[in-house]
Each structure stands twice: as structure tokens, then as C-alpha cells.
């Protein structure tokens, strides 16, 4: 299989399960072809998060594709959906109460669809990504990831401290 070539699973006649004992999952294609460790990763988490699922081992060697999990037998497609949960969880920021500067870094504290959070993020330009013009990502310093859906969705006093970021 060359560089640009994907080789698409069949979600069908693919099993996946958990290894005994173990939080790893072992992926079995029809082929007979048994992976022990495997990850999955979506191509497009944001504009296609239920298409084009990637299969690849622990270390980052891909394995393959589903174009969608339709058609997989339910117990391995909740171990997916399960991985994949765990993935990219987001939490959605609702409300902002304040953002202040401490030490060098912003510090945000929000109400989002997971509860109440306070989170740092350094360098507002490197690691607030704007993914539509109301849709932002914002990365924190320990990695955890934010997202605001909808910016005109927020209240008044939220929108009103992130203008101040300019």
C-alpha cells in the first residue's frame, strides 16, 4: 500500500474488543489480520466527526479506514465510539466568568456542558484557533482542549470579556 492509498474496512466484518484485563483494544479485520493497541482518530473531528474513522497502531502505523461505522456489530462499535469520546473530549464552553491575566497567561474561568473549569492558556494568537467565524478551539497549557460553539450564542457579559482580547 503506497503513501496515498487507504485501505477502507469494512465496519460489517470488522470486530473490535477490548483485550482481557486491559484497557487496550484489539481490532480483527476478515482477513484473519489481528491488531493488538489500537487507537482511532477522525479525519475530520470537527466538520465529519461520525465519517472517516482512522485505525492505527499504538506506535502510529495506520492500519485503515471506515468511511462510517454503519453496518458494525453494536458491542464494537461502543468500544469506537468510546475511544473516540475519550479522544476529543471537548467540553463546550457556555459561559465565560472571567479572564484575567496571571503570570504571563490568560486564566479563563468557565461554565461548559462538563461543569465549572479554570484553565490557563499562554500566547492567545498560538493557541486560540478560530474554526468559523462564531467557532473557536482553545488549547490550554496542560493540553485539554475548549470549545466555544457559537460565539453570539454567549451572553452579553461573555461576549464582552472576549472582545477584550482583542
Do not use: C
Not at 35 to 64: C, L, N, W
Not at 118 to 133: G, I, K, Q
Amino acid at each position: 500500500m503506497s503513501a496515498l492509498e487507504v485501505r477502507w474496512l469494512d465496519p460489517a466484518r470488522t470486530v473490535v474488543e477490548r483485550v482481557p484485563n486491559s484497557q487496550q483494544v484489539r481490532i480483527r479485520l476478515p482477513d484473519g489480520e489481528v491488531y493488538e493497541d489500537v487507537q482511532f482518530a477522525r479525519a475530520f473531528p470537527f466538520s465529519q466527526p461520525h465519517q472517516f474513522i482512522g485505525v492505527m497502531t499504538f506506535e502510529g502505523k495506520e492500519i485503515g479506514m471506515f468511511r462510517s461505522l454503519e453496518g458494525m456489530e453494536p458491542r464494537s462499535r461502543a468500544i469506537v465510539e468510546e475511544e473516540l469520546e475519550q479522544r476529543y473530549f471537548i467540553p463546550i464552553i457556555q459561559k465565560v466568568y472571567s479572564l484575567t491575566e496571571e503570570y504571563g497567561q490568560l486564566r479563563w474561568h468557565v461554565d461548559t456542558d462538563r461543569g465549572e473549569r479554570v484553565f490557563y492558556v499562554r500566547n492567545w494568537r498560538d493557541n486560540v484557533h478560530e474554526l468559523s467565524p462564531v467557532r473557536y478551539l482553545i488549547v490550554a497549557v496542560d493540553g485539554s482542549r475548549y470549545e466555544i460553539r457559537d460565539l453570539n450564542a454567549l451572553d452579553a457579559r461573555s461576549r464582552g470579556w472576549l472582545d477584550r482580547l482583542g
